[in-house]
């Protein structure tokens, strides 16, 4: 029997299990942060293409669709578009890194304490001890 294209059915692509991971407290502001990731992906890439055009045009050279796809950036040009990248990223997510960091900080006091805990001492004797 020969199978042809037009004989099978096209699959369906699903993914199994649940569709997407929750970080957020509703998926509502998840789905706005996806959105607002995406978003803050395209200004990124945007500002990348500005700089190309900025440096065909410090050159001396035009600026073309094909000149800005053939643009090559040397070490030092990559160098400072990842750190702008990153610094838009700091500055963006700022809030968020913020309660991540103080919730790590939450949670490394727990953990002292609960050592101390096991130990028969608590956290402020601790402190006084080694102060």
Known sequence: MELSSKSIAPRRRV???PKRPH????????????????????VSALRERLDTHEGLGEAGKPVTRASVEAYK??????QAREAARDAMMKRVFRILLEDLEEARTALSTRDLE????????SLAEHEQANA
């Open 15 to 17: 993914a199994k299990g």
């Open 23 to 42: 970080y957020m407290a509703s998926q509502e502001i998840d789905k706005f942060m996806m959105m607002f990731t995406s978003l803050m992906a395209e």
């Open 73 to 78: 950036l040397s070490l030092p040009e990559q």
């Open 114 to 121: 609960d050592v101390l805990a096991d130990d028969g001492t």
